[in-house]
């Protein structure tokens, strides 16, 4: 099902927002909408949006996001990354990053645990991959 607006939609006077490490795929419309200006969107995945990103944000919090197309023409630039995803099976809903993924092991290291536990250490490999999903590769 594709949305025609945005996946997430910050209305005016919410700050300290943060929406990092999440994959919104085969959007219609913008995958985050902002009118305030303290929403930090990092470490994600953004798939399916001719403009991932529509609004009010901050040029420092928007870093080391994955986008499936140029954002030509968006208020917002969105990507440090454009490329497919190479998810295991979007059609079935497993967004999972196959191994030969651009997205595993590309991200910047944001300070949070991705793993979670009993695992060590705050991802697999060289660094942490964009999206929701922390391969084991």
């Known amino acids: 099902h594709r949305l025609s607006s945005a996946a997430i939609r910050v209305p005016g006077g919410t700050f300290s927002s943060s929406i990092v490490h999440n994959t919104f795929h085969a959007l219609g419309g913008a995958s985050v909408s ?3 200006g ?4 990092q470490g994600n995945i953004l798939t399916g949006a001719p403009c991932a990103l529509v609004g009010l944000f901050s040029s420092t919090a928007i870093k080391s996001n994955m986008v499936d197309r140029a954002q030509t023409g968006c208020s917002v630039a969105a990507a ?4 497919d995803p190479q998810s295991l099976n979007p059609t079935l809903g497993d967004l999972r990053l ?6 595993v092991n590309a991200c910047d290291d944001l300070g949070l645990d991705l793993n979670g536990p009993p695992t060590t250490g705050h991802y697999n490999g060289t660094a942490p991959d964009f999206g929701a999903h922390e391969s084991p590769y």
């Open 98 to 103: 196959s191994p030969t993924s651009p997205a």
């Open 80 to 83: 440090t990354r454009v490329g």
């Open 34 to 36: 902002s009118v305030g």
């Open 38 to 41: 303290g929403v930090a969107v």
